[in-house]
């Protein structure tokens, strides 16, 4: 038995001269697949099942369905489509971005992606989806020295429950960059979860801070999803 975790990071149509189309799913794709995850029987977890899991508690047919980088396009075309069929998500906010753009990379995407301001996320929580942290800057984490790891770490955390009420308990690696040092880090600053870009299944057991999960790529159609989705998958 395993959990299923999807990344996604834009949902809406690239423009023409963006680079890394791939990281798109178009709106009308992403409602397909969630009423395919709907029709199989799927319900979507948080953070805390995904701790009991871990710990060992058997769940069925459980989905996480993860953002990176909340963007603007996620609160708008995404959320509605969750909240239609009843699923929950996890938005993994970079926190000095709020309300900007993806600075990190916009020069090599050749677009800039707005992101969310603090009140689409507000709205967020009080509809029942789960925030977590993305960092301060979206920067590459094993480049940096320990004190700035730990300020990239520690005072997005801080940042996020003074902005919004609530205790934060899970990260995201930018670019999936991590190592050893990086993850005992994050465990330190308080984190209870950090997923990766590894992919796979969530099996029981696994390291909380090394969690995989399931690419969602723009071509990623009813068919690639079931694949994804089979124990076969790896």
């Given at each position: 038995m395993s959990l299923k975790a999807l990344m996604y990071h834009n949902i809406g149509k690239p423009p023409k001269e963006a680079n890394l189309k791939s990281l798109y799913t178009n709106?009308?794709?992403?409602e397909r697949q969630i009423k395919t995850l709907k029709m199989l029987g799927f319900t979507s977890i948080t953070s805390n099942e995904i701790l009991?899991?871990?710990n060992?508690?058997?769940f069925k047919k459980r989905v996480c369905i993860t953002?990176?980088?909340a963007y603007k396009d996620i609160f708008e075309n995404a959320l509605p489509i969750l909240k239609k069929y009843n699923f929950k998500a996890i938005i993994f906010v970079p926190v000095s971005l709020v309300g900007d753009y993806n600075r990190w990379d916009f020069e090599r995407v050749k677009v800039k992606k707005p992101i969310a301001c603090w009140e689409d996320i507000r709205q967020a929580l009080k509809e029942g989806f789960e925030v977590g942290s993305h960092t301060m800057t979206h920067k590459a984490l094993t480049d940096l020295d320990d004190k700035s790891l730990k300020q990239e770490l520690e005072l997005s955390k801080k940042i996020l429950e003074d902005k919004l009420g609530i205790e934060i308990t899970t990260f995201c690696y930018p670019y999936g960059d991590y190592d050893d040092r990086v993850?005992?880090?994050v465990k330190e600053a308080g984190y209870k979860l950090a997923f990766s870009v590894n992919s796979g299944h969530i099996q029981k057991g696994d390291n909380p801070y090394i969690l995989k999960r399931l690419h969602m790529r723009?071509?990623?159609n009813v068919f690639r999803l079931l694949l994804k989705l089979s124990i076969l998958y790896r």
């Amino acid at each position: 038995m395993s959990l299923k975790a999807l990344m996604y990071h834009n949902i809406g149509k690239p423009p023409k001269e963006a680079n890394l189309k791939s990281l798109y799913t178009n709106p009308k794709l992403f409602e397909r697949q969630i009423k395919t995850l709907k029709m199989l029987g799927f319900t979507s977890i948080t953070s805390n099942e995904i701790l009991d899991f871990l710990n060992g508690k058997d769940f069925k047919k459980r989905v996480c369905i993860t953002f990176d980088d909340a963007y603007k396009d996620i609160f708008e075309n995404a959320l509605p489509i969750l909240k239609k069929y009843n699923f929950k998500a996890i938005i993994f906010v970079p926190v000095s971005l709020v309300g900007d753009y993806n600075r990190w990379d916009f020069e090599r995407v050749k677009v800039k992606k707005p992101i969310a301001c603090w009140e689409d996320i507000r709205q967020a929580l009080k509809e029942g989806f789960e925030v977590g942290s993305h960092t301060m800057t979206h920067k590459a984490l094993t480049d940096l020295d320990d004190k700035s790891l730990k300020q990239e770490l520690e005072l997005s955390k801080k940042i996020l429950e003074d902005k919004l009420g609530i205790e934060i308990t899970t990260f995201c690696y930018p670019y999936g960059d991590y190592d050893d040092r990086v993850a005992n880090a994050v465990k330190e600053a308080g984190y209870k979860l950090a997923f990766s870009v590894n992919s796979g299944h969530i099996q029981k057991g696994d390291n909380p801070y090394i969690l995989k999960r399931l690419h969602m790529r723009h071509n990623t159609n009813v068919f690639r999803l079931l694949l994804k989705l089979s124990i076969l998958y790896r």
